[in-house]
């Protein structure tokens, strides 16, 4: 289909990263399920994005167009380039700490997407002055150049987060983190006592304190074992500190798994362990519940302390010494953690992709000024047909 008889609405994401980036995670995987619903409800959807080694450039992928330019830093310019050009009905920037500052260019609204506020990670991430600098940019100047623009979250507990930083509630939208129903497993809940962890491998996550709950444990829980899912470049840095705490031979990291080879460590696990610093919301919570597994995390870790009910589906802990004992509190009544279990697959049912993608093309709509409702008569695969 020509572009000059293309009449469908036009929305343009600028993202960081896709989940193809070796760094990519949950919020790319959000990011990119509301832009297939958007191309299912018959809009043109672009996402500029990083590039990153053996990515395509430029490619169709499930009715939306991606467009990958410049690097972690560079991603910015290019991404202002392409807003400045884009005859989009709406532009949604999406504020991974960084802002795309998409409002000093885009000539139609722009929706701010927004998964968790980043104060602890700047400093971690980027030393003291390049970190101070980024949480002004983050917790200052966004807000007041976003002052008239409306955002969207995944929790209110984020929604909080920006009230706190001077985002009025009443512009902010919550639609929620998605799950797709687990695929049939193979796998049955493993005799021995397992923990797991589904993350990427990098610093913020704190993979290394589900290594140290085995460490403390160890003597008490000599079947005891960890498995790691996932993928990074902190995989190194943890293998050997699971070396210096002398569980190496307890804790097996697999790296990054399929769909299916995730799930079935999932189905046999006890524990999920989510030990992150901050997470918008936390797909696997869900995906883990999904499997009776609950899960324990971290109460000041932001959307967490919403997909987690305390106490019902899982435990929030306060410090590395809480978090422990939390652990084997749920290791050691396996009453308790079936009854968890069996109340995170009552609620993990309650959530899914299509109910989350209503609510994202409603807010687009609105925004947009788009006053009909588009209904949804294509499936994500299907729009592979109309592109040009």
């Given at each position: 289909m020509s572009r000059s008889r293309d009449s469908r609405p036009r929305v343009l994401l600028v993202n960081w990263r896709d989940t193809g980036h070796p760094e990519g995670g949950g919020s790319e995987r959000y990011v990119e399920r509301m832009a297939e619903s958007l191309a299912a409800y018959g809009y043109r959807v672009e996402i500029q994005c990083a590039a990153y080694p053996g990515a395509n450039p430029g490619e169709w992928r499930d009715g939306v167009r991606y467009r990958r330019r410049g690097n972690k830093f560079g991603v910015y310019l290019h991404a202002l380039r392409a807003i400045k050009a884009a005859r989009a009905n709406l532009v949604v920037d999406v504020q991974n700490g960084m802002p795309f500052f998409a409002k000093l260019v885009a000539g139609c609204p722009?929706?701010?997407?927004?998964?968790?506020?980043?104060?602890?990670?700047?400093?971690?991430?980027?030393?003291?002055?390049?970190?101070?600098?980024?949480?002004?940019?983050?917790?200052?100047?966004?807000?007041?150049?976003?002052?008239?623009?409306?955002?969207?979250?995944?929790?209110?507990?984020?929604?909080?987060?920006?009230?706190?930083?001077?985002?009025?509630?009443?512009?902010?939208?919550?639609?929620?983190?998605?799950?797709?129903?687990?695929?049939?497993?193979?796998?049955?809940?493993?005799?021995?006592?397992?923990?797991?962890?589904?993350?990427?491998?990098?610093?913020?996550?704190?993979?290394?304190?589900?290594?140290?709950?085995?460490?403390?444990?160890?003597?008490?829980?000599?079947?005891?074992?960890?498995?790691?899912?996932?993928?990074?470049?902190?995989?190194?840095?943890?293998?050997?500190?699971?070396?210096?705490?002398?569980?190496?031979?307890?804790?097996?990291?697999?790296?990054?798994?399929?769909e299916q080879g995730k799930h079935e460590v999932l189905a046999r696990s006890w524990l999920h362990l989510c030990p992150s610093v901050k997470e918008g919301w936390g797909i696997v919570i869900m995906e883990a519940a999904s499997h009776g597994v609950p899960s324990v995390a971290y109460r000041a870790a932001g959307g967490v302390a919403e997909s987690i009910v305390d106490g019902r589906t899982g435990l929030l802990a306060d410090d590395f010494g809480d978090f422990t004992t939390r652990v084997e509190e749920l290791l050691t009544d396996h009453a308790r953690r079936a009854r968890m279990g069996l109340a995170g697959m009552s609620r993990a049912s309650g959530y899914s992709w299509d109910q989350s993608a209503e609510m994202f093309e409603s807010l687009v709509r609105d925004v947009a000024g788009l006053t009909a409702p588009r209904p949804r008569i294509l499936t994500a695969h299907r729009v592979h047909e109309l592109v040009d």
């Open positions: 722009v929706l701010v997407l927004v998964h968790h506020v980043h104060r602890e990670q700047w400093i971690s991430a980027l030393g003291e002055t390049v970190g101070r600098l980024g949480w002004w940019i983050e917790s200052r100047l966004a807000p007041w150049l976003f002052r008239n623009c409306r955002y969207v979250t995944v929790s209110e507990v984020t929604k909080g987060e920006l009230a706190d930083l001077g985002i009025d509630r009443s512009r902010v939208d919550v639609v929620p983190n998605g799950l797709d129903a687990p695929p049939p497993c193979g796998a049955q809940r493993s005799d021995r006592p397992t923990l797991v962890a589904v993350s990427r491998l990098v610093p913020h996550k704190r993979i290394e304190h589900a290594i140290d709950v085995v460490a403390a444990l160890a003597e008490r829980w000599p079947a005891l074992r960890l498995e790691i899912v996932g993928h990074g470049p902190w995989d190194t840095v943890l293998r050997r500190h699971a070396e210096a705490r002398g569980v190496a031979d307890r804790v097996t990291l697999h790296g990054w798994l399929d």
